[in-house]
């Protein structure tokens, strides 16, 4: 068993710790971060030591939150819970856990158990870990512990909480004569289930791209067995899709069996063809092979990109570009919106609350375009200070969440939900990284844009004192 | 630990205050005995899937009216579900051609640091803040698990900072872990809003009737009754989410209130009553035929307007009638197992019976006997005993049980279960969706043709089942499906092993099948 101090080593970076408030938070706690990964596993059960509501309130903010989209083997209203009431609060609910995990041993088919726990047992101090070594000594179960008290950090925080306990608690030593050791094998960390709500598309279109490498990918986020998890650490590297998330996984993985990682925000459009070169090179694969991959995704990505021309250029698609979105995504939408598709981005929201030390690292990452383009960014979660700041620069299109909706209306800025939370449009298995996620991305974007170009129509005129051309004639008529 | 009683000097949980419950299994008219003789069960669970928490329902449902701004004293996680809101709203708001609001959610987002050395400054700055942005009517300030563990002083924070904001701020005391009854979460969030919002009557309305919808009751089922009550004369002051305040301000100078739902409403009905001597009109959930025309009734009866009540019955039934027996004819006979809030699942379970359909079991949230002890019995009156499982918010544990030894033909309740009963290979009815409407003679009938028309198609509910059975699994062994006592997680309150950790792994852990 880890010492206690390995397993509590994540520390949210201290949000809020300055600021009194954050309005319309864009993300949920640690314990619903770890729900949503621990959903995203096949037949893993997680049995929530916490009040009834947590659980069943972050299923509904995550899952619901993530474009309606409702995974997980036992979900909702399934997931066990001990459902603590004020007794156990004045008394202690070890008791009660117990006897959930005993009866949730004997009711529910899992092929792994993970007990979560949330604010208040930490705060009343049970001592869980006791509990749970009692039963991974007396039972057959695989049973994960994970510390999850909402008060330690938010949803990202939460996904390396579990990363870090499979990794100590379930992944096992590489086996060096694993028969299918020869063919080249990742692992992809960093993109949080429904936190990314496109996170199955993405993961997707990257598993694509890898097997076109001839590489495959393990343990991914996308439905892995426990017994793909297991055996993970038979990869030959693990690549962080994300500046921090996931970070601490890997470096966990490293330490304890020496897979080296390599980190890389989420790619989209041509930067698609950078991070297959660089994975190419960790790897050591023939760089022709390299070449051939890209070039033959290249073709079939300017294709589309052609095929949009006329659209595009008859109607100067190009846009002062705004994002909302966490760090992961403001880097990859950037990129590919200012490299590939001519926008100017003139704002970037990072909502994550990342860790102070990587601030710089971001914005480094978002500057760094091909051509001379300067959006503001500013890294905030709260929603009165992004509204604020975005109703001073004014882009005229608009990537955010659903939060972002009234803002959004109120400035006649035309609008696309890609970042959590998302509740007015269903995501299923849409992706927007890679290649063809970025074509994807057009598709909706152009769509919209298209739509409310009354929208652009009045920003405009109010910007040079006009009066709006849809009051003008409504009055009319 | 705080309890109702020290905070708001009054206040107590359904538990207390009606003898309420959220644990039971058995049959209904067992319940109905222990209800009569003034002996209920108490009962908790060893097993117990995921639920809702006074924090939750009372302060997200407090979110519901834009007047009022929440202002959650809790770590992040805990206003997530805040999210449905944001759907709920927009669909109540648009369809009632109302200003679409949003939802702010506004949290303190305690963090380690806050849970260790108090909440309290970031508290009274985070109130100047939410005044400063949103220019509220009201700040409602919830307090979370965590800030009531650590023990932040809310009230005072809230003194100390009252004076130097326009809205009134006021403390929801909602943590967590306070119940498990949905009831009393309601209540807790009319407590408050009693205390901080509704007047003193400026005159007395003699033809206005408080109508008090719900969160979900739309408009759809709002319109027909309005119009009900239209046809006796009556003005309806409908009291509703998502919508202005005024109507529950001034509720007080309507000559009697009657509600949609008891179970969400009661708390302010019978405040009414006692503190303004608005009487409630006490209804059962108008689901059904029967149900309808006694709502009518005794609506007309209060009024004296008996005669005008009759009139409107007969012209309803002569408009429904042949249609809903066309239906009849096709569900008679049909199996249907009914899960949602009490008064709802008891009108569900009335329209289902006089269908002719085969009501196999009941899994209502709670029960209180002094609200639902009158439905319970005319309901039994009606149809017979029935199988009836108290579950909290429509646990799943033991009605899948319930379900498995001779599978239901319908599923017809609450959205949350319908998805366990799709992969059990039942087809699915939710009771409430906004766009068909559930209640009224209307209601009835739409009801019926739906519930039809789902039998007639299942094929998204066989996939679903396809899915589940080929590629998946289910999340509960076949040994606790088939095992013969449902009930048999609900133990008798004082047995609960609090203190102790008896592990008894050896032999336990496994299925005792
Ligand atoms: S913040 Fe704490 S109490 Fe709130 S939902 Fe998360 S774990 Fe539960």
Known sequence: MPEESEIETIHAPLTGSNVSCTISPRFTCALGGALATVWGIVGAIPIVHSSAGCSRNLYMGQCFGSGWQTYGHARGLMTPSTSLVE???????????????????????????FVLSGCQVALIGDDIRTIVDQFKERSDQTIIMVETPGFKGNSYVGYDMVGKALVEQLVEPPNKNEADKKELSVNLFGIVPAQDPFWQGNINELKRLMNRLGVSVRWSGDYDT????????????????SEYV????????????????????????????????????????????????????EEQFLKQLDRIGHLYAGFNLQRDIGVIADSTYAIGL?????????????????????????????RKEILDLDYDLKPRIIIESDGNKIWTALEETRPNFLFAGSFDTKVAENLDIPRLSVSYPITDRVILSRGYAGYRGSITLIEDMVTILMKDMHLVINSTLVKHGYKKSTEQFAQVA | MSTFERDIGVFQGREQRLDGIVHFGGNASELLKCSKEKNMPRKCRT????????????????????????????????????????????????????????????????????VVFGGA???????????????????????????????????????????????????????????????????????????????????KKKDTVNLISGPTIGPIDEQPFIELLGKLGLKANVILNYSSLNSLEYATESAASVALCSQASHYLADQLEKRWGVPL????????????????????KHFGKEKEGEKIIQEEHDRIMPEFNKYKKELEGKSVFISVNIPRALGCASLAMELGMKVMGVNAFQYDPPINQNSLESLIKKGGDFPLVISGIGQVTETLNMVQKGKPDIYFGDFEPSIWFAKNGVVTLTTFDFARPHMGYTGALETARSLAYVLRNPSYHKKVEAYTTKYGKFPYKKEWLQYPDPYRFLIDEVDEVVYGKDFGINNEVKVHA
């Open chain 1, 87 to 113: 007794k156990h609060v004045i008394f202690g609910g070890e008791g009660r856990l117990v006897q959930q995990m005993k009866a949730s041993f004997e009711i529910t088919d899992a092929d792994v158990y």
């Open chain 1, 226 to 241: 426990v017994d793909t998890i297991k055996k993970s650490s038979n990869a030959d590297l693990n690549i962080v899709l």
């Open chain 1, 246 to 297: 996931g970070v601490p996984t890997a470096e966990l993985f490293k330490e304890k069996f020496g897979v080296p990682w390599i980190k890389y925000s989420l790619p989209i459009g041509s930067e698609t063809s950078k991070f297959i070169r660089k994975v190419g090179k960790e790897l050591g694969i023939d760089s022709k092979l390299v070449e051939f991959v890209i070039d033959s995704e």
């Open chain 1, 334 to 362: 950037i990129k590919f919106l200012a490299n590939d598709f001519g926008m100017n981005p003139t704002f970037v929201a990072v909502t994550d609350e990342p860790p102070i030390e990587i601030h710089d690292t971001i």
């Open chain 2, 47 to 114: 097993y117990s899937g995921s639920g809702s928490c006074a924090f939750i329902a009372a302060l997200l449902n407090t979110c519901a009216f834009p007047e009022v701004k929440v202002l959650a004293h809790s770590p992040v996680g805990c206003t997530a579900g805040a999210i449905l809101f944001g759907l709920f709203g927009p669909i109540q708001q648009r369809s009632r051609g109302v200003p679409v609001t949003t939802t702010d959610i506004i949290t303190t987002e305690l963090n380690e640091q806050d």
């Open chain 2, 121 to 203: 400054s970031k508290l009274e700055k985070a109130i100047l803040e939410t005044d400063k942005y949103f220019h509220p009517k009201a700040i409602a300030v919830g307090i979370s698990c965590a800030a009531g563990i650590i023990g932040d002083d809310v009230e005072a924070s809230i003194k100390n900072v009252q004076s130097q904001v326009k809205a009134n701020v006021f403390a929801v005391h909602c943590e967590g872990y306070k119940t498990l009854h949905v009831g009393t979460m309601w209540d807790i969030m009319w407590h408050e809003l009693i205390e901080h919002v509704i007047k003193e009557p400026r005159e």
């Open chain 2, 281 to 300: 009109i006490d209804t059962h959930y108008a689901a059904s035929i029967d149900y309808t025309d006694d709502w009518v009734r005794k609506v007309a």
